[in-house]
């Protein structure tokens, strides 16, 4: 086995290329970011918000349980090998949304997104860590998400304005394909495994092994457990940003066109303010970061049922954005540093099986309030959620975030 090199530069080739990679992961998703409401309602009649949720959930559920698995594999099968695998996954999930008269066949297409998202997310997000070694590990994390959430954000309003203008059907879907062949290409021709990249930094690191990895990360260790419950309320609201806000713009009479702006700035701004954020989690306290980014976040919320023009929800995803982009490199670079390298891939596996946890927890939480008591209230209670998890965050992690059995 050669020898290998730690850090940003000395391995910049292979973190653009991932980079590159994780900006056609995060395109898939945003193929369906603000044209599903509609394509439910358009092509199979599916009005109620529980049905609509329904395939958030199922992408939560599949891509929680894949990222667990995924964090598991990662050091026998090869980080590589389980990101093409992924790719492949992700190849039939276009044609079944561009052909289906089911809706069940939509679901299943979703449970294969969430699988395919785990899988190759979760590969490209371990990568980088390995790659860069301790010192600029959050920047390596606000990179990859930047690259993921700003594809998401550009696909999001691409996807709706070729609908908008040509149909629901077939555009968006045939873009989705092209992603998918795109990104399967690179990561069989181009990307390498990292696994001797671990096996170096093992050798000097200072962190002692977890004895019992899954139950210190969701439970007990105050650091790991903490940042995992603000991981799963991160996107329980992400959740229902998802599938209530573009059924909530529509009843406002907002057009298709403006819905989609309006939520890809959300996951947009996410993307670009990473850029910043990630550096910042080297530099300044993770606790407070995480902190300040959910209660941002629960607070903008609060002020959705509020707006009533266009330019007021515009504003409420930018401090959104702005307040997920804060926390989402963070999670990962304070969960990597707790952790031994050994045990760094399952670790960020099961923080990530609860965070995405959180799509299928808001989508059916949110759904269900909202059917029954109305969209305000479901977003009032996500709101609220947040607030606590902000709070969380503030009273039990330990002030230097290093890992407190």
Do not use: C
């Amino acid at each position: 086995m050669s020898t290998a090199k730690l850090g940003l530069r000395e391995n910049l080739n292979q973190f653009i290329l991932l980079v590159i990679v994780n900006a056609f992961v995060g395109a898939m998703v945003g193929l369906e970011r603000s044209i599903f409401p509609e394509f439910a309602r358009e092509i199979f009649g599916v009005t109620s918000s529980v049905a609509v949720l329904s395939f958030i959930t199922a992408f939560g559920i599949s891509k929680a349980l894949s990222n667990y698995i995924s964090g598991r594999l990662a050091n026998h099968w090869g980080r590589k090998n389980l990101l093409i695998i992924g790719w492949i996954i992700a190849l039939p999930i276009p044609l079944i949304l561009l052909y289906t008269q089911s809706w069940n066949m939509v679901i299943f297409a979703n449970v294969l997104l969430g699988v395919s998202q785990g899988l190759t997310w979760s590969s490209t997000v371990v990568m980088k860590i390995d790659l860069v070694g301790e010192k600029n590990r959050g920047l390596a994390m606000g990179l990859n998400e930047f690259a993921g959430y700003l594809a998401v954000g550009l696909i999001a309003f691409v996807s709706a304005y070729l609908a908008s203008q040509y149909g629901i059907r077939p555009y968006p879907f045939l873009m989705g394909l092209g992603i998918a062949v795109i990104g399967l290409i690179l990561s069989v021709f181009w990307v390498k495994d990292t696994r001797k990249f671990v096996h170096q930094e093992a050798t000097s690191a200072q962190q002692e092994k977890l004895n019992g990895v899954f139950i210190q990360t969701t439970f007990l260790n105050k650091t790991l457990s903490s940042i995992t419950q603000a991981g799963l309320i991160n996107n329980l609201n992400d959740g229902m940003i998802w599938g209530l806000l573009p059924i909530l713009l529509m009843s406002k009479e907002v057009d298709l066109e403006m819905v989609g702006i309006i939520t890809a700035i959300y996951p947009a701004v996410w993307g670009l303010g990473q850029l910043f954020t990630g550096k910042m989690a080297d530099l300044y306290s993770k606790k407070k970061m995480l902190f300040f980014g959910m209660l941002a976040q629960g607070l903008a919320i609060l002020l959705i049922p509020s707006q009533t023009g266009s330019f007021g929800f515009m504003a409420i995803s930018v401090v959104s954005g702005l307040g997920t982009a804060l926390v989402y490199p963070t999670f990962m670079a304070a969960i990597a540093d707790a952790t031994s390298p050994l045990q760094r891939a399952e670790s960020v596996g099961t923080f990530r099986l609860w965070r995405d946890l959180g799509y299928a927890v808001g989508a059916i939480l949110s759904g269900i309030i909202a059917d029954s008591f109305g969209i305000n209230w479901a977003i009032f209670l996500i709101g609220g959620l947040t607030l606590f998890s902000a709070g969380v965050i503030q009273f039990r992690i330990p002030k230097n975030l290093k890992p407190s059995y």
